[in-house]
């Protein structure tokens, strides 16, 4: 197993002293313009599907450059408020060397009168327009998230440091029996060891846990990646990288319905709608999608469930709308099928032929065939 | 009859005809009302109470205005024991001639308003004569006047029950006495009722006189209080005089056209359609003669029934025109306003008297008001007012035209809310009056209007012209709170500017309270501008 560094182009990693400039210049501008007498604007991004592009060859969601300008007026003064006073937050972190998880910066906000947030996710959304307004990682605006990175068991050696001595620990991914490695919230400075054939990506702890209870990563030489739902940051950013480095191809093996492909898959793949500006990094552009596909429940003649009314809305929806589904003609025949039938079956449903089939039948059956995953 | 015949009939024993006319006999009205009294508005004794306080008002405030006194009316009601109350009403009118004193209230259908038409608020003469007969069949106790005509007249003291099989007067004390008052009459009368507060309360009827009658004045005292609560007069104005006029053709029906035949003072069927009818003239009496095949020339006493049927449908089939509305006298949007005014704590008032309209012959005029805001119960369905010739109408809501029309209207339209099929919700008192020479109540108790085509017309048209004046208030009413909010917001934001900027920047105390300063001017001038 040769050690590499890892290849792959890293997000803007704007120093400390950066940031605080960006902050200062930008807080300088809005002051600038209320003693002028005119009222202050701040641009932002549009943070929303209908906001990006997708193009193959550049393999993840970009930003098509529409901003929305929020300008202070009696209507906008108490977001303005709160946005300006999350970013003196962020100096005060930053300044500091110091973090705060995004309900800290939301308890951290009850201090602020009037101004206080009164449920998380409100001041969620003020973070996530503060982090597109710097175009940086949040991270280094000294927020983190709350959100595990997803859990890793199999052929893998991650190198990371000690955080006192500095010096390199070699964690082997083989050696966690029936438990796993859990993605850190950073994953920049990793380094790995591996000589598995592919990274195979699960969307439940459930499906994740049989694997690895019957070392399958053994038989099939790879790594198990858990994602529970739809992959956070660190998590893409930590297959991204390990994919990058080993030249190794990434199958996704998630439930058959609309949320696993247009939410869970396509997030991993290309990146969401939501931190567009960002995508570049946190994407596995060579992803593809092993199942279960809407063939597998016709093939495999999979226990079902119909498709609720979301489920319905969300597929017709991601049809229409969705610029990675609209650019693969097999992706829209998929998502009509499954409207067609009506159902959808998760992963757990291959267990109706037997609590192993899932290894000893449906994996290597479609393995030995990666040329026919969706892309 | 023989054995087997009985037999059949088992041991019930026959009738003859012989037999049965010994029973047959005349039913009095008044014995006929005493065993129908809910018709008069007796079904309960907490209505009962009401209805007795209410028809010694009502008599009580036409006899003022006829005589042009500014009413002064003191109420009472005493807890004598039980079930038993005493209610008094005395009022500063010009009293009753001595002879007339037990005819008025000793026999039913005894009055003045009947035989005419004329806008006033007892029609049939039934109200107290029957008030004073359920006090008698509940209690035993006579009803008992005191009435003087003037300061150096006597004043009359009679106990009089009523003689149900007849249906008259029984005299039991008649003497004089000492009163101070000048003029005036009072009634007393003890019953069985139930005495209780809200809904259909004597004291809500009492407030909504008041409003209704804002030249009145009256002193409530309820039975669980020592002082009376004193209505002040809201105005000094007495309404104008109604003015009488005789029937329009077209809203006479066969019946009563009949006994208006039989009893004219004409020779001649022609003379007689002129001379007893409004707006008949020598032309069109002589079109109704021609349309029904009857002589100008004809006795009319001397009709045959389908000669006067003829005569009923040739009325229907000329046009004549629509009766004078001069004999009206609303209560009018000025009086309207200070009546709400002194009665109901809002905000915002606005009234609406319409011009008069005609509904089977018979002239109309439908008034409405309201009030708003306030202190006012937002979240409650609005308290709708009934009135009929300014008495109001505290029962059977949802059978009366009034609620009809006011049912019917879009009040989302307005600025309340409003379920489906039901009264609007908001803090919003409804005033509806309907004035009229005869209101068409849809029973004896008088509790609710009947809804003619033309009447629901006019109270529409009334209702919509205040709900648009409401929508205005309420528009003004709602952007002056959302310019109150903006300036608020203004107060309240800028400054966590301010505090982020200074965190940011490190900015002096000054610094900070420069930028505050100027955005709040900025904002400011950008709101006036807004507007």
Known sequence: MAKEPATGKKPASASNKQVLKAIASSAEDIRRKILARKKPTMKLPVRSLANVRYQPERGFFEMKGRKKERTLTVNTVKTFAQTLRMVALSKDLVENDDIATKREAYYVSKNWAEARFTEQPESDTVMDDVEAFFGVNREQLGFIPEEKGGDVAGRLIVIDRDRDTGQALRIDCTRFGSGAYSIPISVEDLEFETDADFILVIETAGMFQRLVKHNYWKKANCVLVSMGGVPTRACRRFIRRLADFKKIPVYVFVDGDPYGITNIYRTLKVGSGNAAHLNEFFCVPQATFLGITPQDIVDYKLPTHPLKEVDIKRARDAIKNDPFIKHYRPWIKAMEQMLKMGVRAEQQALAKHGLNYVIEEYLPQKLRHPERFLP | MTETQAAAAGTRKRQTAESMAGRQREISIS???????????????????????????????????????????????????????????????????????????????????????????????????????????????????????????????????????????????????????????????????????????????????????????????????DEPLHLVRGSDLLPPEPREIKPHPYGVELGVLIRMMKETSARQLGAALQKDFSRVSAKVAAEICKAAGLRPSANPRTLQGPETERLYKAINSVKIMSPATNCLSPIGEEQVLAGLRKEIDADFFTAVTRTPAVYRGNPFQVEVGLAYGGRLAGDELVDLLRFANRVPLQYQQSACAITRAVLAIDWRGYGLTQSKGALPTGPLVLFVHMASVWVPFTSESKESVAAYPEILRELRLALQECGRKLAAHIRAHRRAAEEEKKKSYIEKYIPHIGIALREILALSENEEQEVVTTLVDILERSRSRER
């Open chain 2, 31 to 225: 014995e006929f009302f005493s065993k129908n009294r809910h018709l008069l508005g007796f079904d309960n004794p907490q209505k009962a109470l009401l209805t007795a306080v209410k028809e010694a008002v009502d008599n009580s405030l036409d006899a003022c205005e006829e005589a042009g006194f500014l009413p002064s009316i003191r109420i009472t009601i005493r807890h004598v024991e039980d079930e038993r109350f005493r209610v008094s009403v005395e009022d500063n009118g010009p009293g009753i001639v001595k002879a007339q004193i037990p005819k008025i209230f000793g026999k039913l259908l005894y009055g003045s308003k009947f035989h005419i038409l004329k806008q006033s608020r007892g029609q049939q003469g039934i109200g107290i004569s029957a008030a004073g007969m359920y006090g008698l069949l509940t209690t035993g106790k006579p009803i008992v006047i005191t009435s003087r005509t003037g300061a150096g007249k006597p004043a009359h003291y009679y106990e009089i029950q009523i003689d149900t099989r007849k249906n008259t007067p029984q005299i039991i004390t008649d003497r004089i006495v000492d009163w101070e008052s000048p003029h005036g009459t009072r009634v007393e009368i003890e019953l069985v009722g139930t005495y209780k507060k809200g809904r259909h309360s004597v004291e809500d009827y009492v407030r909504q006189t008041a409003i209704a009658n804002p030249h009145c004045e009256i002193f409530y005292t309820p039975p669980d209080a």
